[in-house]
């Protein structure tokens, strides 16, 4: 077994699972939820509590969050099955806070000349810029990194095409 941090989850990466736990950063955390009740509080004195609810998640969603690494993992648990076959199955989740993913074998891809050379959307290059993002498994090379949102979107809206641009990237840069 062998231990890779990402910048929100470590991952234990063993020969057939992989476990992704978050990174969680504390001082972060009380930032954020110092923000939250004070912006709903705020929104309370002129809003109903549901539309408070609303602007204070927006407010929420634009600062660098301390829980992200849940998140990710949240919606690596949430959405698998929905994505299609261009992602790595995530077996279990307790909450967010400790996920079992298939492993994945490295794909050893220039992150220069993907980046240079990406037949995908720019919406999600945050994702598909990176080859560590990616991994063979069952025989294809598929996102073992799932977890923002951009690219679930994406994905959810794209997935055939996606599947048919990666696989054509692959052959033709073998
Ligand atoms: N299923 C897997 N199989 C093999 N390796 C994995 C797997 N999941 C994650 N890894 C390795 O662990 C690294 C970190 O995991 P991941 O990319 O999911 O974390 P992150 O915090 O979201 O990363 P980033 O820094 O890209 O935001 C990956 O780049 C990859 O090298
Ligand atoms: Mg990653």
């Known amino acids: 077994m062998h231990i890779v941090k ?3 989850r470590v991952a234990f990466i063993g020969k057939k ?3 992704k736990l978050p990174r969680i950063a504390p ?8 923000l939250v009740t004070r912006s709903f509080f705020h929104c309370c004195k002129k809003l109903s509590i549901k539309e408070s609810i609303k602007v204070t998640l927006g407010i929420w969603r634009t600062v660098p969050q301390g829980t992200a690494g849940i998140k990710a993992n949240f919606k690596e648990w949430k959405y698998p099955k929905k994505l299609g076959s ?3 199955p995530t077996r279990f989740s307790f909450l967010g806070l400790f996920n079992v993913m298939d492993t994945a074998k490295p794909w050893h891809m220039s992150q220069k ?3 240079d050379n990406s037949p995908f959307e720019h919406i999600a290059s945050h994702t598909t810029d990176n080859p560590r993002n990616f ?3 069952d025989g294809r090379v598929k996102l073992l990194d799932y977890g923002d949102i951009n690219i679930v979107k994406y994905l959810l809206e794209n997935k055939a095409l996606f599947r048919r641009q990666l696989d054509t990237f692959v052959r033709e840069n073998r």
């Not at 001082?27 to 110092?34: F, G, L, N, T």
């Open 135 to 137: 991994g063979w498994h």
């Open 27 to 34: 001082r972060q955390v009380v930032r954020e939820v110092s």
């Open 6 to 8: 990402g910048t929100n």
């Open 113 to 115: 000349y993907l980046r």
């Open 86 to 88: 261009s992602v790595v």
């Open 17 to 19: 699972y992989t476990v």
